[in-house]
């Protein structure tokens, strides 16, 4: 007994350490392929029942496909190394790829909107629920196991258009939730408006993850600060040189993509030597890259 869990355990370790040595691009053909294959399945759910509710659902796996395949680009774009016109890198475009998205978001929610308009007005019975909606919940599957690659993939990398992209897919799945309880009440109590009723709120749903990834990709575009905890771990990291006879102020920090950058003054006793001083600022520099994972560049100052 005892050997067997110790191979299950290395398993484990071994499946979870892989997904986390992906890099976000490996990540984001894994999305591309979830993609194409849940457009598939619930092109033919909705073809087999004639459920305008999966109609919207497999709207939505368009939508997956065309943000996967435009976060692609975009992350390949951001993670190109700093040139002479771009010293500080490309890593704000991933902002464009969540801004992408999210008008990709509206632009199927409105279509999903007429879609049920239209059935609400001209209602037609629904067909065979039972492989439809097995299709719909095995794509529902799908989405989720990508879905948390992805938040670890994008965690681990800092990338915004990754955790836009996993948050997406999210929706989608609880999406894929709510058509599948709603068409199984229309059918089973008669009532055929409660299926474009459902997609009408599936719409709704799109709507506001679509606003927030747009609202996280300005947000991003500003020079938005660094998260109050990463702040914290730059300030822990100056404080251990102050017993060297400097002292900090005048911090600012701010996010490009996945790169974090952060500026602060050093406060230095007047009579020490320029190769000194240098020296010192040098250190910190590298240890705040090493320690709080921010490229900080420093202003040397006089403490008099």
Request: hydrophobic share 50%.
């Amino acid at each position: 007994m005892g050997p067997a869990r110790v191979v299950y355990h290395v398993g484990h370790r071994n499946v979870t350490d892989i997904m986390r040595t992906l890099t976000p691009q490996q990540a984001l053909l894994l999305s591309v392929a979830a993609a194409l294959t849940t457009i598939g399945m619930k092109t033919g759910a909705w073809w087999l029942t004639g459920s305008v509710g999966y109609l919207s659902d497999a709207l939505e796996s368009l939508v997956n496909l065309a943000g996967a395949s435009f976060a692609l680009l975009m992350v390949s774009f951001a993670r190109a190394p700093a040139d002479p016109g771009h010293p500080y890198g490309h890593g704000k475009a991933e902002y464009f790829s969540a801004a992408f998205e999210g008008v990709m978001i509206f632009i199927a929610a409105l279509a999903i909107l007429f879609v049920a308009g239209e059935r609400l007005l001209h209602p037609q019975p629904l067909g065979e629920l039972g492989i439809g909606t097995a299709l719909s919940v095995g794509a529902s599957l799908v989405n989720f196991v990508v879905a948390r690659i992805l938040f670890q993939v994008g965690r681990a990398n800092r990338s915004l258009a990754l955790e836009a992209d996993a948050r997406h897919l999210m929706t989608d799945v609880w999406t894929t939730a709510g058509v599948v309880v709603g068409v199984a009440l229309a059918s089973a109590s008669g009532l055929g408006w409660l299926d474009p009723i459902i997609a009408a709120a599936v719409a709704l749903n799109i709507l506001r993850e679509g606003w927030g990834l747009m609202q996280r990709s300005v947000d991003g575009l500003m020079d938005r600060a660094l998260a109050a905890e990463e702040i914290e771990r730059i300030e822990a990291v100056l404080a251990s040189f102050t017993a060297r006879g400097c002292h900090f102020a005048n911090l600012k920090t701010r996010v490009a993509g996945a790169m974090h950058f952060a500026h602060v003054d050093i406060r230095l006793p007047g009579d020490w030597s320029v190769a000194r001083a240098h020296a010192l600022a040098d250190e910190v520099e590298r240890a705040v890259e090493a320690q709080a994972g921010a490229r900080l560049t420093t202003h040397v100052e006089p403490a008099e």
